[in-house]
């Protein structure tokens, strides 16, 4: 019996080696990670931006400092032009002129958008099951039409004979609205472009705020309106300040949507009449492929693509000092 004991004993005072123990951590006692592992993970994605997105950029801008037009594309020439064709593009009027165009166009549609797809969220918030779920559904059905049908559809809507547009109008009382050509001045083809690319851009700011409504804890309604808080007061202090990342995030995905916006304003009037509704992305497939100038048309696309990205780190700036001098007076509250 003493004997068992003692065994027992020298058993127990042994040294156990432990393989690894559940919740511990893994640098200690489990096996060790390596720690590129994240990075190989994101290995695969790199390695398709890098083909699909990155050599055509390359591509594109050795293009831009090349004279290729069709005599050269032909012959299989390389006629090297240097900054050559950023010179002329930059010391054109046209280019500022498009350049000027472009960002008034984006800057109206993107505060359209932005309004009225805020409104139709907040009435999403408000209405009944049935009716949120039948105006959802139209939404959804206008977000998932093709940008072309889309686009083919708003040409017959407007179109100067058979227009359902100028029918109505004609209905009532404005005759002279009965045969009126949309696109016919700069003014009308915008309105047109701005109506499809709004009517385009509205269920996306819509469903994404109604659904960021939704994560507000209606705690905080009943307390502003048990103040005496009005609608505007309590979209002002409640609603505005859970959803300013929203707001943030959407109009700068707008701006990147609308400033190259393409199909629509080709589709409706290639850039007409007279290329006076051509922004810079028609601007640069105009010079490009229309007129055979291909390397004046990658020059402007990259001079499309600094001034987007400009415009852009512009906005970051704005909304990071924004949030920097929100902090400060929160914390010196």
């Known amino acids: 019996m003493a004997v ?8 127990t005072d042994r040294p156990v080696r432990r393989t690894g ?28 931006t890098a083909v699909f997105l990155g050599w055509p950029m390359v591509r594109n801008l050795l293009l831009s400092f090349q004279n290729l037009n069709m005599k050269e594309l032909i012959q299989h020439l390389t006629e090297w032009r240097g900054i050559g064709n950023y010179q002329e593009i930059l010391g054109s009027e046209q280019f500022w002129r498009v350049t000027g165009r472009t960002l008034a166009f984006t800057a109206v549609n993107v505060v359209l958008i932005m309004v009225l797809g805020t409104l139709i969220g907040l009435l999403l918030a408000r209405l009944g099951k049935k009716m949120r779920l ?21 040409q017959w809507l407007f179109d100067s004979r058979y227009g359902v547009v100028n029918w109505v109008l004609d209905r009532l009382g404005w005759h002279a609205m009965a045969h009126y050509d949309w696109v016919g001045t700069q003014l009308s083809t915008f309105f047109v472009i701005t109506v499809l690319i709004v009517w385009q851009s509205l269920p996306f700011v819509a469903l994404n705020l109604y659904a960021a409504t939704t994560t507000i804890p209606q705690e905080l309604y009943e307390a502003a309106r048990m103040d005496g808080a009005g609608t505007w007061q309590v979209f002002a202090r409640v609603t505005f300040p859970f959803l300013r990342p929203f ?26 009449p007279d290329r006076l509704t051509e922004t810079l992305p028609i601007y640069a497939f105009t010079e490009g492929v229309g007129n055979l100038h291909f390397g004046m048309g990658a020059a402007i696309s990259l001079l499309t693509i600094a001034v987007l990205l400009a415009v852009t780190a512009y906005y970051l700036r704005l909304t990071l000092k924004q949030e920097a001098q929100e902090e400060q007076e929160e914390a010196a509250l």
């Open 4 to 11: 068992q004991l003692d065994g027992a004993k020298a058993a």
């Open 21 to 48: 123990t559940p919740g511990a951590p893994p640098g200690r006692h489990g096996p060790r990670r390596w720690r590129g592992t994240p990075y190989l993970l994101l290995l695969p994605a790199l390695l398709a």
């Open 134 to 154: 039948t105006l959802s559904l139209a939404l959804v059905l206008a977000w998932a039409m093709p940008v072309i049908a889309a686009t083919t559809v708003f």
């Open 247 to 272: 707001f943030l995030a959407t109009t700068f995905l707008e701006v990147i949507w609308v400033f190259k916006a393409f199909p629509q304003i080709f589709a409706i009037n290639q850039g007409g």
